[in-house]
């Protein structure tokens, strides 16, 4: 080997090293502003952000355990500034379905309580006495 070999090799190594380190720090600068938007972070929309190849930050596992671990970290805001995680809005969602389930059930019962006080008046109204065997009645009119 000629001593030039070894110095291009160096060289070639060097401008490597500086490559990938100049797209690492194009995808921690897109992680960064995509946090600050509160955008949604994936490994593809990071890598396409950075305009880097995916397989870049599966090379890196660095890289890709930090977008992993911005990904469980709030990631929207709300008007007030104030950080809001994926997680709780989940939560907050089967919250208000619980609570829209609740309310069902609560208009059901008030519905049937409604009309049953609607039939008990018009059989007064009517002048009729209510029957002693109303739940035959019921049985029969749902049969």
Request: glycine share 4%.
């Amino acid at each position: 080997m000629t001593p030039a070999v070894p110095a291009r090799n160096a060289a070639l190594t060097a401008g490597r090293q500086a490559d990938s380190e100049r797209r690492r720090q194009r995808v921690l600068a897109a992680l960064q502003q995509a946090q600050q938007r509160g955008e949604e972070i994936t490994a593809s929309s990071i890598a396409r952000k950075a305009r880097v190849d995916r397989t870049f930050l599966y090379r890196h596992r660095d890289l890709l355990q930090i977008v992993h671990a911005a990904q469980q970290a709030p990631a929207t805001t709300s008007g007030a500034g104030s950080k809001v995680s994926a997680a709780s809005l989940r939560a907050d969602l089967i919250n208000a379905q619980e609570r829209a389930a609740r309310l069902n059930r609560r208009v059901n019962q008030l519905e049937e309580n409604l009309s049953k006080s609607l039939g008990q008046q018009v059989w007064r109204t009517a002048g009729e006495e209510a029957h002693d065997d109303i739940a035959t009645l019921q049985c029969s009119w749902r049969i």
